[in-house]
């Protein structure tokens, strides 16, 4: 299976909703979880800075991560936002096929994950 997450940070949660949910409907995103508030501690232009920002994982095929990575740093408001990729070592089949369903070009898509193990 081919599936990435992909972690962002984004000013708020409104930000974190607003661009996630246009990543899903583009189909560059199956899904994003918009977890709670985090404080970030970084260097911005010679300073040290703190900010409390929204932290979020999308999930997505690994053919469409630089897509996804492109059109989310098109829409931050950030000069430099945060967006990486984090490889998926197992998961369940379903939930795999699931997420290749729903990104890409128009699919099926699954109705929900079930069973099974891929490496």
């Given at each position: 299976m081919?599936?990435?997450?992909?972690?962002?940070?984004?000013?708020d949660?409104?930000?974190a909703?607003?661009?996630?949910?246009?990543m899903?409907?583009?189909r560059?995103?199956a899904?994003?979880n918009?977890l709670?508030?985090?404080?970030?501690?970084?260097?911005w232009?010679?300073?040290v800075?703190?900010a409390?920002e929204?932290a979020?994982?999308?999930k997505?095929?690994?053919?469409?991560?630089d897509?996804?990575?492109a059109?989310?740093?098109?829409?931050?408001?950030?000069?430099?936002?945060?967006?990486?990729?984090w490889p998926i070592?197992?998961l369940l089949v379903?939930?795999?096929?699931?997420i290749?369903?729903?990104?890409?070009?128009?699919?099926?898509?699954?109705?929900?994950?079930t069973?099974?193990?891929t490496?």
């Amino acid at each position: 299976m081919t599936v990435v997450s992909v972690y962002a940070i984004f000013a708020d949660a409104e930000e974190a909703e607003r661009i996630g949910r246009q990543m899903v409907e583009e189909r560059l995103a199956a899904c994003i979880n918009i977890l709670g508030p985090c404080r970030s501690i970084y260097r911005w232009q010679g300073a040290v800075e703190t900010a409390d920002e929204a932290a979020a994982i999308l999930k997505t095929s690994r053919a469409m991560a630089d897509a996804l990575i492109a059109r989310i740093a098109e829409l931050h408001s950030y000069d430099v936002p945060c967006v990486t990729v984090w490889p998926i070592d197992k998961l369940l089949v379903d939930y795999a096929e699931w997420i290749e369903g729903s990104v890409g070009q128009a699919g099926a898509g699954l109705t929900s994950p079930t069973k099974n193990v891929t490496d």
